[in-house]
């Protein structure tokens, strides 16, 4: 298994609305990355998990909340979002001990906050 | 990680080669480069990553200047599905990729 899968891959929620989002792989990686990427932007780093513990946070609002409860699974919990916060949300795992690894991204849920 | 500069947009026709370049002055020594194209709203696709040597894969080849301030991904004969955003990073020593703002290229038949 050579994939990242992303579910759902449409998400519409209410600004008090709490929802995940779910990824999983199955390659062994122990690193997993969330992406967020607006409309014509490049995706921008969210945060970074290394052996299941949280080890980049890129300032994130605490409206977004990750968890990492096994070495496959990676989660975001949505809470109180606003509708600026719509955009598609990458999920994307790696290799860890150095650079020489690629990234293998999922094909993204798109969030729209109404 | 170091920033990264690429052309905005470049068109090419469809079964010659594309050759999308990528500044990198200020890479470090332990940074390698990266390669990651994005088709509409599809999650970004690797293609291949370099740290000194040039590298060539099924998808394309990566040709890094001696002194790795620039770089150049060459796809041999492109197709209409290689219309895509080009991303070139320099980075992933600290685990961590920044995308810059990527080379839409459009091939033309």
């Known amino acids: 298994d050579t994939e990242v899968t992303q579910t759902p891959k449409h998400l519409v929620m209410g600004m008090t609305n709490k929802k995940s989002l779910k990824c999983e792989q199955h390659?062994?990686?122990?690193?997993m990355y969330w992406y967020k990427q607006k409309a014509k932007k490049p995706p921008e780093l969210m945060f970074v998990y290394s052996y299941e513990k949280l080890s980049i946070n890129e300032s994130v609002p605490s409206r977004f909340s990750p968890e990492c409860p096994n070495s496959s699974l990676l989660n975001l919990h949505l809470h109180a979002l606003q509708p600026e916060d719509s955009a598609l949300y990458l999920c994307?795992?790696?290799?860890?001990?150095?650079?020489?690894?690629?990234?293998?991204f999922g094909s993204g849920t798109r969030l729209t906050v109404v | 990680d170091a920033k990264t500069t690429q052309p905005p947009s470049m068109d090419c026709a469809e079964g010659r080669a594309a050759n999308l370049p990528c500044n990198h002055s200020?890479?470090?020594?332990?940074?390698?480069v990266y390669w990651y194209r994005q088709i509409h709203s599809q999650g970004p696709q690797y293609i291949i990553h370099?740290?000194?040597n040039n590298e060539t894969n099924e998808m394309a080849s990566l040709i890094i200047t001696e002194d790795r301030k620039s770089s150049t991904l060459i796809l041999p004969h492109a197709t209409l599905r290689d219309t895509a955003v080009y991303y070139c990073?320099?980075?992933?020593?600290?685990?961590?990729?920044?995308f810059g703002t990527g080379t839409l290229l459009a091939v033309q038949p």
């Open positions: 994307a795992s790696s290799q860890t001990g150095g650079s020489n690894y690629g990234y293998t």
């Open positions: 390659m062994g990686h122990r690193a």
């Open positions: 990073i320099a980075g992933g020593a600290t685990n961590k990729l920044i």
């Open positions: 370099g740290l000194k």
């Open positions: 200020t890479i470090s020594g332990n940074e390698y």
